[in-house]
């Protein structure tokens, strides 16, 4: 009985991996797509096509089986147009892991950043800025104004006044320097997402669904503090935990969240919300 298993196991191993291999992938594919605007698409055409071959095959329908086959390769390509965004980012996030990465943020530039977001949520004023990583969002700073300039509180104050010619827009940070102000950001399209969301915190989610930056909201309605990283929000931060969020982020450092039904209490959000969605538009617009 031993002979048997063991002669199995040496024939079949590299099957035993191919199949663990799809699985992984298969997971990890869901995982990335789950929430993402092409996730229903996906989903729509993965059943359709799941029906078609139980049909051509239990009812034996030749021309339907022979289409099929001859489609395959189409399908392929209209899956990469399909889903272009998502494997753009995908395989951007790919080759910017930290293991290829050098770029390390200081301690002092989290403290004067920290420093500055919640003054501006002190004062009710509206902000949006973005933290260059890996990947460059040189094409998004050129649509600005170009500023190359030491990070400060007090110049992020005065960009983000309301009668400044520069608050209107984000402002990006590369490093410990402020590249640029008054930027146009890409506004996510996802689905999923709450119509009351505002246009700057639209803003913040785009900018990080196209690259691996950190976009850092103020809510000029509520002053709550919100991060946007790849498609995700966070909101209601402190000051500590701000700091301590950006720490995991920029230097790696370990981060526990705090209790979701704390923050939702804080925040004003009720407790089986998505924290990441507005429900009350008059009370949490942007």
Known sequence: MTLPISEFARTHWTS????????????????????TRGARVLTGLAVLLLFLTLVSQLLHLQVLNWLMERFSVFLAIALVVIFQPELRRAL?????????????????????LADAVFQLAHRQCGALIAIERDIGIRNFAESGINLDCALSPELVLTIFHPKTA????????RDDRIIAAACIFPVSQREDLDRSLGLRHRAALGISEES?????????ETGIV????????????TPESFRRRLGQMLLLEKYEKPDSAQLEDQAGLPRHGDPGLVPDPAKHRD
């Not at 520069?166 to 940070?173: A, E, P, V």
């Not at 691996?212 to 000029?220: L, P, R, T, W």
């Open 92 to 112: 951007a996030e790919l080759g910017s892991h930290h293991f290829f990465s050098t770029n390390r943020q200081k301690r002092e530039t989290i403290e004067l």
């Open 226 to 237: 919100s991060i946007c990283f790849q498609g995700r929000v966070e909101r209601n931060f």
């Open 166 to 173: 520069l608050h209107d827009g984000g402002l990006i940070l």
């Open 212 to 220: 691996d930056a950190i976009a850092i909201v103020v809510s000029e």
């Open 16 to 35: 035993a991996i191919e199949i663990l291999l799809l699985a992984i992938a298969i997971y990890y594919g869901y995982l990335y797509f789950r929430g």
